[in-house]
């Protein structure tokens, strides 16, 4: 007890009274509620990519009047790096921050709430740019009091696994030339261009003829602009390197293929739009098995998911294919079927292509996933005894 009754006569009160003061004192202890605040976590995204930013919510509610002394923590996988303000949280907590760099803590020790007061806390989470593909999870949990009550304590529940996911179809091409040289200029340039890019500088991978690989750095500085010169002539592959969240490099030329050519230079524009664009599909190969002249036989379906923040059209383009007769056909471009259409869009030797609408993946939504079946309807006459191998790219541009 707080206080101690020195005097006999008080005590003997004490005695006396007891059913009163055991009333008294059940008044005065504070109500403890039956319900709990549940805090119940949600993810802005689904899916998320190495270098993406997201936001986390996580909300609750007093469960009783007098709800106060009130601490949230929340631990987002190692490596995640972890943004708080206390200006994205309503009500306004005494304190919004971050013990470590991959964790968000938020505290209302000032004021006492009533029963039904809604919560909602938010906070920004960075996915690290090498983060691997996978499922990664969440752990939180909150501390409360009701009136002088000793602490509560609680886990945050909703939603505790995030998928990561990386964006595929990216293909290397090397080839080789005779020994004479020529120039290339990368330039960098934003859409839109009054938006704030987050870096200085980026990096700049070129791959070419005679094993040619090289990284450059274009800067600020320097007008992002870089000018490189006496490589051997041939054909190059131009790649960004830096990956920035929410900034998508796009390149001009489309296939991201420069031809240097003796004594002039080849240029590259490199554009960084502010959005985010990203397929993948699954499985990565099909076996159609053993196949014979003039047989129709099903491959397995494939499933293409849109893992960007925009909605997508998506085609389909033969990459490598297979010669099957004197005349060098190819046999996929004449024999597969997707969606249950043949390559259109062909001339001359170019390989099979299937546009968005021959696939019916028009304006995929983000997160969406949609089948794609296939069929080989081979030709009536083929070489016996021989392999056939193809490559099929997926490519996702931003619908309209």
């Known amino acids: 007890m707080r206080r101690m009754m020195t005097e006999r006569g008080r005590g003997m009160l004490a005695v006396v009274l007891v059913g009163s003061l055991l009333a008294m004192f059940a008044v005065a202890l504070p109500v403890i509620a039956d319900a709990d605040p549940n805090p119940e976590r949600t993810f802005s995204m689904d899916v998320v990519a190495p270098g993406e930013e997201f936001e986390v919510t996580v909300t609750f509610a007093a469960p ?5 002394d009130i601490r949230l923590n929340d631990i987002a996988p190692a490596g995640w790096i972890v943004t708080v303000d206390a200006n994205w949280v309503d009500p306004v907590p ?9 964790e968000a803590e938020f505290r209302w020790t000032t004021e006492s709430y009533d029963e039904g007061q809604v919560f909602q806390v938010k906070y920004e989470v960075l996915v690290p740019a090498e983060a691997e593909p996978g499922i990664f999870y969440f752990a939180g949990d909150m501390e409360y009091r009701i009136a002088d009550s000793d602490p509560h304590f609680e886990d945050i529940g909703g939603q505790i696994g995030l998928l990561v996911e990386s964006p595929t179809g990216e293909v290397s091409l090397r080839a080789r030339t005779p020994p004479e040289t020529g120039c290339m200029r990368l330039i960098k340039v934003f859409d839109p261009d009054d938006t704030e890019f987050p870096h200085d500088q980026i990096e700049v991978r070129v791959v070419g003829p005679d094993d040619f690989g090289e990284t450059y750095t274009l800067r600020a500085v320097n007008d ?16 960004e ?15 991201r293929e420069l031809e240097v050519v003796s004594g002039e230079t080849a240029t590259m524009t490199i554009t960084n739009t502010h959005s985010v664009i990203g397929v993948s599909v699954s499985p990565s190969d099909i076996d159609f098995g053993e196949t014979t002249p003039g047989e129709t036989k ?19 383009e033969l990459d490598e294919d ?3 007769n004197d005349v060098e056909d190819h046999f996929y471009t004449d024999a597969l079927w997707l969606a249950g259409g043949e390559a259109s869009g062909r001339t001359g030797d170019d390989l099979g292509s299937w546009t968005a609408g021959d696939l019916g993946l028009e304006s995929v939504e983000s997160g969406d996933s949609e089948d794609v079946t296939t069929a080989v309807v081979c030709p009536a006459e083929m070489y016996p005894d021989t392999e056939y191998t193809g490559k099929l790219l997926f490519t996702a541009s931003a619908s309209d």
């Open 241 to 255: 390197l830096t990956v920035v969240p929410g900034w998508i490099p796009t390149y001009d030329p489309d296939t």
């Open 64 to 68: 009783a009047d007098d709800f106060n």
């Open 224 to 239: 992002w602009e870089e000018h490189i010169c006496d490589i051997p002539v041939g054909t190059y592959l131009v790649e």
């Open 298 to 316: 099903s491959g397995a379906t494939i499933m293409v998911t849109n893992t960007g923040s925009l909605p997508i059209d998506v085609r389909a």
């Open 94 to 102: 005494t304190e919004a921050l971050s013990p470590e760099t991959n």
């Open 322 to 324: 297979t010669v099957y």
